[in-house]
């Protein structure tokens, strides 16, 4: 009897593992919501994998700070590394992994979200990514489009716009607070540089700052 409930255990977790993307716009707290994720997969005495990629340097190489004031040592990966030997090496010298927790995910190129993609199938670990969806032109990163593409659960940290409602931009601003429009894709900044809004109050200000442009 207890070979077979533990047989029905192994199998419970093999369905349970997947990949998770989890979005929101600048704001949303998801660093805040991936440590705690963390903590609440320690508190239970399993082991955390816990990487962000090299882009984002903000909080220095090998941390991860969030809004709110919660911070972790993690690892960070690189573009060019493979993200599967890592995660192999990793578990070699600190033990099996119960799951990886990935932040600033749009980040990763779309091979690195492939090799999660392998992980969670081939090593029943489940990876849960959290980050943005789109830049400040609303367009994709191509992490997040791989993991549109991929991921098995796909929810939303909904955050608000000045106005009340669901925020979905995160608009790009410049020092005097106009919204930019042109620009590289990936500018790392916090409140200072973006701001979280509706599409609509997006359009409008870009729409009223074009006008106050042309009448000077």
Request: glycine residues 6%; aromatic residues 8%; contains cysteine.
């Amino acid at each position: 009897m207890r070979i077979r409930h533990k047989k029905l255990l192994n199998i419970y977790r093999w369905d349970m593992a997947k990949l998770y993307f989890k979005y929101g716009a600048m704001g949303s707290s998801k660093t805040a919501q991936a440590l705690i994720t963390r903590f609440n997969y320690q508190e239970k005495g399993m082991r955390v994998w816990l990487i962000k990629p090299s882009t984002d340097s903000r909080d220095g190489k090998m941390m991860l700070h969030s809004r709110v004031g919660l911070t972790a040592e993690c690892v960070t990966i690189l573009p060019d590394d493979d993200l599967r030997a890592l995660f192999c090496g990793y578990a070699q010298q600190n033990g099996p992994i119960d799951v990886i927790i990935a932040d600033e995910a749009q980040f990763f190129c779309p091979q690195q979200i492939d090799a999660l993609r392998a992980i969670v199938d081939e090593d029943n670990i489940p990876a849960l990514c959290f980050g943005l969806r789109t830049d400040f032109l609303t367009h994709l990163f191509p992490g997040s489009r791989r993991l549109l593409e991929l991921a098995d659960s796909i929810s939303e940290i909904k955050t608000i716009c000045r106005c009340g409602s669901k925020a979905t931009v995160n608009a790009r601003i410049d020092g005097q607070g106009h919204i930019i429009t042109e620009g590289e894709q990936v500018v790392l900044g916090g409140n200072e540089r973006y701001e979280a809004m509706c599409h609509k109050c997006w359009r409008r200000r870009i729409e009223k700052e074009r006008a106050a442009k042309q009448n000077v």
